[in-house]
């Protein structure tokens, strides 16, 4: 047994992933496939929308010159020749009508439909190119795209879209941590790696020997490989023994809790991360560290996937100086944030029990009751 | 050609929608399959977590009462007879020892192991039922349940978990709006619909026949349909008309834009709703109306699914009095939101332009400059 000689700081893990890790080369999907994928490069529209004018409102298409003076007391004809002319939205504009008048903006007596507001040329009348010119960046490049960016693709025509391949990320379970419950890291993380665009790849649990792991390690096929377990310095952790057997191993140890016995490097060039086995720390470790990867790869933004907002401590947080710490966190009914649990031993119904947590670098030691902190949150609509 | 005799308020679709749709049935699944669905009732622990005492740091295994006094200055012999007892995250506490030292807070001595700190009684030690004693409930009923719930329940010997029931939406356009680009609104709505929970049924595009209409709105098989296009009140618009004939037509006309033509009734039971065939304002109506549907059928909570942020305005925000507006607006870089388009011809390119919208209710006429406002955002992680 012996401790870790020095640990990276996790300002130094991000720095590793980010010169090692890019965004994987790109395929080509339909528009509607690639919806929570990013743009390998910016798609530009080939035509005008609309592609030519059309009406944009339903009622009836007047020559707005016609129209001027019209009004409750000076009701006048409407229409080119007295008939109105009744158009929907996307029907061309009749010849001769540059505008269109709403239901409301008219009246039927004994019959006759009157006109009595005046409407400006182009009213309820989009031109050609209105909302899209032939030649404009529809979707930039490493956009995530959205469902309304796949249907305006749709709408301009363009079939099919480049994005970014989704990396394959396996998994390896090197021992059983919790038994009776089964293999509880690679689902968990399996569920993870596909929130941040990738192709979860779990694999049974191995048993913890170093010349299996290390074999296993250079099997090819993924473009990220996640260890979970046996990453400590314990007699029976072997982890990083076999990752250095394989490969490269370039960092054990990162000033982080709860999860201090990450181990980073690569086998054949494919990068390796070895995170704790015990559930709580091997998901707190995904989030800080191997998250990152998975998102590089899969082309989007490298930064933490969850939506932020800025609440004031309720109580302390305490954090010990030169550790990155995962705080967990709940938010009070009166929107001000409390930890949950101690910072080192991370339990799983810590993090359940949390709505988001707090990332307290390592130049704090905290934070008092009553400042503002940014808090990382687990749902998405916790407005 | 005629007009909404009356239209309903954004508010009253809203509670004819929590008044006709709550959630499905139960079904039960695995409990990483459960992750992002909706627990139908309370999950209870039924054992202890950690089941027995357990070691929660690697270290040595050492009895408190023997570190009383143990100092740089006054180091003391490690382990109960000398022996340093190394021990790991997950074992059992050895018989005769309550704490746990970490690794610096020893030394090696030529070869001898060396305490130089006390610990108290418990430390780096988890007992039995620290975490979650049984009895607790550990998801409730209605939670989305998350990939920790999932680590959680597995470790706890949970092997599937009642969650409601996915509810089938089927979409049917009733014509092709954008008939260059093929159909728009079946996959942009069926990407939303996976997106709230629901399972998808896109069906081909329907001529805008009435009678065909009626009869496919009579085939059983969904928990909510959803028309697109034909809802208006125009010569070709039929498909308000084919819902009073197949079943009942119960509102017609909502005072919200871009979609004031959105219809809402039921066949047989199942909720039927009409939104309009232009892919933006089919998009606007899902978010408005359909989305909170799905949600409630879902079991999930019905209020809009994106992370909301408050932000000021850079520019006044205009909306007319006595209509609910979905105002697409614009996030700068100094963090206050602009609006995007008019609210009253909704493009596509203004929604994928924008980071997200407000919702200016119908008792309001827009916002001036400088003033707070709610933004839903689009993306998760606009922080």
Same mark, same amino acid.
Request: charged fraction near 20%; charge should be negative; aromatic fraction near 4%.
């Given at each position: 047994m012996r401790g870790f000689a020095a640990r990276a700081s996790l300002e130094q893990v991000w720095a590793?992933?980010?010169?090692? $890790?890019s965004a994987l080369g790109d395929e080509s999907v339909g528009v509607f496939e690639a919806v929570g994928r990013f743009a390998a490069g910016d798609v530009v529209a080939e035509r005008d929308l609309p592609p030519a004018d059309r009406i944009a409102l339903d009622g009836f298409a007047v020559r707005a010159a016609d129209t001027v003076g019209a009004s409750d007391y000076n009701p006048l004809? *409407?229409? *080119? =020749?007295?008939?109105? *002319?009744?158009? +929907?939205? %996307?029907?061309?504009?009749?010849? %001769?009508?540059?505008?269109? !008048?709403?239901?409301?903006?008219?009246r039927s007596v004994g019959g006759m439909m009157e006109l009595v507001a005046a409407v400006a040329e182009g009213e309820g009348v989009e031109r050609r190119g209105d909302d899209i010119e032939a030649g404009t960046i529809v979707v930039a490049k490493g956009r995530g $795209?959205? !469902?309304? @960016?796949?249907? #305006? &693709?749709?709408?301009l025509c363009v079939g099919s879209v480049s994005v970014t391949r989704r990396p394959v990320v396996r998994v390896l379970p090197v021992r059983d941590e919790v038994a009776a419950g089964g293999d509880v890291d690679g689902p968990a993380l399996a569920g993870l790696i596909t929130?941040?665009?990738?192709?979860?790849?779990?694999?049974?649990? #191995?048993a913890d020997d170093v010349a299996a792991l290390a074999e296993t390690l250079g099997e090819g096929g993924a473009d990220l490989i996640l260890v979970t377990g046996g990453s400590g310095l314990g007699a029976t952790d072997h982890s990083a023994e076999a990752l250095a057997l394989a490969g490269a191993l370039e960092i054990h140890g990162v000033a982080m809790r709860p999860a201090d016995s990450v181990a980073l490097g690569q086998v054949g060039g494919t990068p390796v991360m070895i995170l704790p086995g015990a559930p709580a720390r091997a998901l707190a470790a995904y989030e800080m560290v191997a998250g990152r990867a998975v998102r590089r790869l899969a082309g989007g933004s490298a930064g933490l996937p969850f939506p932020r907002r800025e609440a004031v401590t309720a109580?302390?947080? $305490? =954090?010990?100086g030169g550790w990155s710490d995962f705080c967990r966190v709940r938010l009070r009914e009166d929107g001000r944030v409390e930890p949950i649990g101690s910072g080192g031993l991370a339990s799983l119904s810590s993090l359940t029990r949390a709505?988001? /947590?707090? &990332? !307290?670098?390592?130049? +704090?030691?905290?934070?008092?009751? %009553?400042?503002? $902190?940014?808090?990382? #949150? /687990? @749902?998405?609509?916790?407005g």
């Open positions: 590793w992933i980010d010169a090692r $890790v004809p *409407l229409g *080119l =020749s007295g008939a109105p *002319l009744a158009v +929907s939205v %996307g029907d061309a504009p009749p010849p %001769g009508t540059d505008a269109v !008048v709403a239901v409301d903006q008219t $795209v959205r !469902v309304a @960016d796949a249907a #305006l &693709l749709a709408v929130r941040d665009g990738g192709i979860a790849d779990p694999r049974p649990a #191995l109580r302390k947080i $305490v =954090s010990p709505d988001g /947590f707090v &990332l !307290v670098p390592a130049d +704090s030691e905290g934070y008092p009751a %009553g400042v503002p $902190v940014t808090v990382h #949150l /687990f @749902d998405l609509a916790a």
